[in-house]
């Protein structure tokens, strides 16, 4: 049956793969022109020659970020993050080593969140591009693919996406972290609701089953614990899961008073929306990842009002040169400063003026301000130097605090910020030196009817 | 031992499977030279190569078979928990733990293959398909619900192969270590596919192929022969997850290992080249993933550097490539150009 | 030992859930049951239906209900033109080449959306009431996106039973050539079904959109396509009002499984997942379904 067919298809083959090749160019050249925006790139050259003649030279950081497929959001975020740091430091002086100038560079290529795709651009960014350090891709599953790449050429990767405390038990000696890892995340609002209620016991729960997600709850329910909390329930939903009433009926059954738990933003939105149709009742809820998204409260309205979570970073935090704290040194730009210059490359290098800010955004610029302070200490670019530098910086950034364990490269400086929906806005609540309000507690939307 | 009868028809079958596998050894064999020439392309030819084996072992049972396993990629998932456990729980085994990993891997790729092959392979077209994406999930679920060999989160082992192998050994094995052991891969898979191709079992393939009911009715024991091809391909799969996944990537995560999108690769890069063949896998990965390295660090850059804005423009217009070539050449690129070429020489090339 | 509310909700959520299930399965059943071509790109059509809710309620203030009937005209006319564009060479062709050119398809749909309309999830909020039942509160939300699909599933059983169209239809299925000599244009019914396939799965997309009301972004449809296969098979590939049937029982296995393995769990202290796990049970039921009865569960 499929030889007449075949015969048929030959015949026209050509001409049919011809017209398909062309329409698939000219499509191409359509959406290119729709998105491009050919002009500011001209405009921009003379500027940049300028600023070349005050430094001595690059430095090369290089980077594999997901700017298609799932992680694309993410990345894309990183990306403009790590470039208005990068920016901001040539803007100011740029990195000093034995008295000269050096303009900092970021090269990146789009791994596609694939992580076949990571190691081969790790490599040709270390053997190729001659980059001296790395940021590693966003999650900790690409993180961990490209950690054997790094460790092999012995470069330098710092972690500013995969919270993975995993990635650090496995004796790498090139890589490190700039974010809080994920066995810590809820600690910083377990020790609130402890302040806010001593008495407050049972607690709830519920996370998505990922990596991630699931190294988190298990890091909440020991701190939890040792704070003197009763798990009332503890359960896990799977990532594409259509409806979680039955395993929220479950959790309403238990009459948690806290209820901590979700994963990443699509379940997170879920959840929360879901929990409210339940008629679960919490004094307190912190959910993970979605509600720091601007579209959370967009989504859900007022059941967002009150919801807790952790975050690595708020635009609105109050890090700033005055409370440094002792011990720690003020470096990098302020959050005035680091939000300027996210919002200009958004729109003029990436042609995104709509990309709204994130703490993946923080989380790459704080991964190059690490670096470039590293450079400095270490006064080289040597791997080995860099990496024995980095166990000695104790800054104080517009990221917080960043600190990291020599031993492991894991980060044990920065905290998580706690932060709450109240009317319709991100507010900061703790720690208390940082934070913007009081936290609302218990919560009138979620507590009383 | 034997007489000279006996022997030569095995000769004859030897040379015949010389004479397939020679243009897929020689190609193989200059991308070993390219792996030395230009160490800074190891890890895309080490990531061509994976997609080419990824092909290649899928071509055994497929290509000569015309079932679509779309379950595959769990073969592979098999060879890299092969792998992971043998380092995870036996890493004072030291160098012996990748013998006895792979071994493992092999032995739970034939199980699996014996199982799905029992029940599976009496089903066709997309029954058979679907009942294989049914194993698939059925098994990772299992893992993650069951919280089996450390559940969804997996097992994350560079620190246990650095344990058994020392920190030389270890940058070593995940990186020249892996990448030979994948040329080796390639060599006995191309091997492998050749004595198929030259021997009953491969004539045996292709009748079923052609008609499966007529094939029956000759006598031939269908069976037999699919599920001799089909563990084959889930033990080269195996091996191939067990080196790539595990001792280059150290890391094996449920979600990641039994991705059917890897079954789907599999496909791309089979039909690209041309299914049945033994350079087709090897020609469609090249594409593949060729195309893909040079469009992301090459053009995407360049556009960038003129202002141009495109992320990912690259997937859209490969989705409408492959459809073209499905549509205007179902017998993939290699098939289509041996049917076209006129020289018989080049046409035995191509075969 | 069991919370009877828990099991009350878990009966209605099945029974809401499988309704959705089974007018997405029948989506994909449709083609495959006329073409034999399995629709791998299933989920692209699924996150199109949803996106046309999405923007039709949020922008323009469409009633959701009403943006069903929209997403099914715009999947008809996308069947249509996708069937004269590239399947209509496909037709008996092996499987390999329609798995991978139904999956290009799908690659091709959820990178344009992709580039159209950013990678950021989106949802909306639809709220028309809940209803508080012996401690289980029903969304009515839900129950009308339930409804919808009792609707499509009719209007297609109708279509295929009780015209002369689905007579034809029949009669190409059965025995295509025969159909030709009796004067059947075989490739206009293969090319009405395949728009009328893809409409339906647009429009379950858009009823899935109601249902969650979250969610939507271009990827969204993948976990879909690997659900409708699953009850597809139960149902007996091809079979319409058994897509409908097969998707309820799915949504009860899935809610009892959950309870038995919730169950086992407290009782045996078993550090085990057992959401996960019935996603794994079911699985497993589906190789079970195959192994017994490969026609279906729901085929005469």
Known sequence: MPSPLRAAASNRAVIVLAAIVLVAVVAAAAILLLRGGGGEAETEAPQVQQAEEKFAGTIKIGASLSLTGRYSTEGTRTLAGALAVVEWINDNGGVEIGGKRYKLELIYYDDESQPDRVIAIVEKLIKEDGVKVLLAPYSSGLTAKAAPVAERYGVVMVSHGGASDKIFQQGYKYVVQVLTPASRYFQSTLDMIRKLDPDAKRLAIIYKESEFARTVAEGTREYAEKLGFEIVFFESYPADATDLTPILTK???????????????????????????????????????????????????????????????????????????????????????????????????LGKPDLGLSYHAAEGGAAVLFIAKAIEEAQSLDPDRIRDAMNKIRIYTFFGKLQIDPETGLQIGHEMVVAQWQNGKRVVVWPEVVAEAAPVYPSPVWWED | MASGGGLEPLLDTLKAAARKAGPALAVYLVLLAAYFIFPERRQLIATILFYALLGGAFNIFMGMTGYVDFGYVAFLAMGAYGMAIAFTYMADLGYWAIPVGFAI????????????????????????????????????????????????????FAGKIKEALGDDGFKMITSTGSDLILFGLAFLTVAVTALILSTRVGFALQAIREDEDAAKALGINVTKYKLIAFTTSAVLASLLGATFWSLKGNYVEPARVFNIHYTVEAIIVVMLGGAGTLLGPLV??????????????????????????????HLPIFALILLAVIVAMPEGIVGYLRARVRSRVLREVLA | MVDPALVLSSVVTALLVGCIYGVLTLGLNIVFGVLRIV??????????????????????????????????????????????????????????????????????????????????????????????????????????????????????????????????????????????????????????????????????????????????????????????????????????????????????????????????????????????????????????????????????
């Open chain 1, 251 to 349: 959790l309403k059954a238990a009459q948690p008073e806290i209820i901590l738990g979700g994963g990443h933003f699509k379940d997170g939105v879920l959840l929360v929306k879901q929990m409210k149709e339940v008629g679960i009742k919490a004094k307190l809820i912190g959910i993970l990842v979605a509600p720091a998204h601007p579209d959370f409260y967009k989504e859900l309205g007022e059941i967002a009002e009150t919801i807790v979570y952790p975050s690595q970073w708020e635009p609105s935090v109050k890090y700033s040169p005055e409370n440094t704290p002792p011990g720690y040194e003020w470096y990098g730009p302020t959050i005035e400063e680091f939000v300027e210059y996210y919002n200009r490359v958004a729109a003029e290098v």
């Open chain 2, 105 to 156: 891997g092999a032995i739970l790729a034939s199980i699996l293959a014996g199982i799905v092959g029992g029940i599976a392979l009496r089903l066709r077209g997309a029954y058979f398909a679907i009942a294989t994406i049914g194993v698939n999930e059925g098994i990772r679920f299992l893992i993650e619900g069951g919280n089996l060999l450390g559940g969804s989160v997996g097992l994350l």
């Open chain 2, 284 to 313: 469609g990965a090249v594409i593949y993933q060729g195309f893909n390295f040079a469009l992301n660090t090459y053009v995407a850059p360049f556009l960038r550097e003129l202002g141009i804005h495109a992320l990912g423009i």
């Open chain 3, 39 to 300: 629709n791998v790109g299933f989920g692209a059509f699924v996150m199109l239906g949803a996106y046309i809710t999405y923007f039709l309620y949020k922008d323009y203030g469409v009633n959701p209900l009403l943006t069903i009937p929209v997403s099914f005209a715009i999947g008809f006319a996308l069947g249509y033109a996708m069937y004269y564009a590239a399947f209509r060479r496909l037709v008996g062709a092996p499987e390999l080449s329609t798995l991978l050119a139904t999956f290009a398809v799908g690659v091709l749909i959820q990178e344009l959306a992709r580039i159209a309309w950013s990678p950021d999830i989106r949802g909306f909020t639809w709220d028309i009431g809940v209803l508080e039942l012996a401690g289980v509160r029903i969304v009515y939300s839900k129950v009308v996106a339930a409804l919808s699909a009792l609707a499509v599933v009719a209007g297609v059983y109708y279509l295929f039973t009780r015209t002369r169209f689905g007579l034809a239809v029949r009669a190409v299925v059965q025995d295509p050539e025969g159909a030709m000599v009796v004067g059947i244009n075989v490739d206009r019914i293969y090319a009405v079904s395949m728009a009328l396939g893809i409409g339906v799965t647009v429009a379950g997309g858009s009823i899935l959109a109601i249902y969650l009301q979250q969610g939507i972004e271009p990827y969204m449809g993948i976990p879909y396509t690997l659900l409708a296969f699953v009850i597809a098979v139960m149902a007996g590939l091809g079979s319409i009002l058994g897509s409908l049937y097969a998707g309820i029982l799915f949504g009860f296995f899935e809610a009892a499984s959950f309870l038995a393995f919730s169950m086992i769990k407290d009782a045996l202290g078993l550090d085990i997942l057992p959401y996960v796990l019935t996603r794994s049970a079911a699985f497993f039921l589906l190789l079970l379904t195959l192994l017994l009865k490969p026609e279906g569960l729901f085929r005469r």
